[in-house]
């Protein structure tokens, strides 16, 4: 089933690009998300940069705060299951269009992550990265201590599966879907920005949904 699942996700965008460009689909070329041309989830775009993706469980899933912090720590699954959760219910939105109403995500709120490290003076901004080796995320400090804003461990009230990014993936409610990385491995305090991997491509660092990328999406929350 693992396999099965990999594969599907290896294939996933891949077949689904080639489809379109068969197929002559011009409704959406947008590269960070996909029109819904193949099956999925319940209104979800599976999606993901980097052709295949490593399965990360309780065994190897370890996820480091690190930068400009006085303690630098390294999480395990179980000790992020160990903190408060915070449950928050939005409608997920892609910047592509597509909305998927009222989903349940819930982990661990970012900002306790970076109480417990200790923010130095100096750091303005966070990066991300994640263990699929590709992708990569910004936000600001006052952004990233918003309290809608998680280091999510369960999704529809499920575990993270791994084609949502599971073990961990970033969560971001108030932004564009773009911003929530999946796959999530490193958080780092920096002094400035550095665009993520959509926002060198031209996207918005600042990605709040309805008044960012040019949209205006009205979030229904
Ligand atoms: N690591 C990683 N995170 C990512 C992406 C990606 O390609 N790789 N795509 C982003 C985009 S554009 C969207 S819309 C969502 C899709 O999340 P989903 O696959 O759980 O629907 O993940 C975001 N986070
Ligand atoms: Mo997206």
Not at 99 to 118: H, I, K, M, N, Q
Request: proline share 8%.
């Amino acid at each position: 089933m693992l396999g099965l699942g990999a594969a599907g996700l290896a294939a996933g965008p891949y077949l689904q690009r080639a489809l379109e460009s068969a197929l002559g689909a011009a409704a959406d070329k947008d590269p960070t998300g996909l029109t819904g041309l193949l099956p999925n989830g319940g209104g979800f775009r599976y999606y993901s940069v980097a052709p295949s993706v490593p399965h990360r469980g309780p065994e190897n899933y370890r996820l480091s705060v690190d930068g400009l912090v006085e303690r630098p720590a390294t999480y395990t699954l179980d000790a992020l299951r160990r903190l408060p959760q915070t449950r928050i219910v939005r409608d997920v939105q892609c910047v592509t269009g597509w909305r998927v109403p009222d989903t349940p995500f819930e982990g661990v709120t970012l900002s306790r992550l970076l109480d417990a490290a200790g923010v130095r003076p100096e750091a303005r901004a966070i990066r991300f990265t994640c263990f699929d080796g590709t992708y990569s995320e910004s936000l600001t400090l006052p952004q990233a201590r918003r309290a809608d804003v998680l280091v999510a461990l369960r999704m529809q009230d499920k575990p993270l599966s791994h084609a949502h990014g599971g073990p961990a993936r970033l969560y971001v409610a108030p932004m564009y879907f773009y911003k929530s990385a999946k796959w999530l491995s490193g958080i780092t305090l920096t002094r400035d920005v550095e665009p993520g991997y959509w926002e060198e491509r031209g996207y918005d660092v600042d990605a709040w949904v309805g008044r960012s990328n040019g949209r205006d999406d009205t979030p229904t929350v």
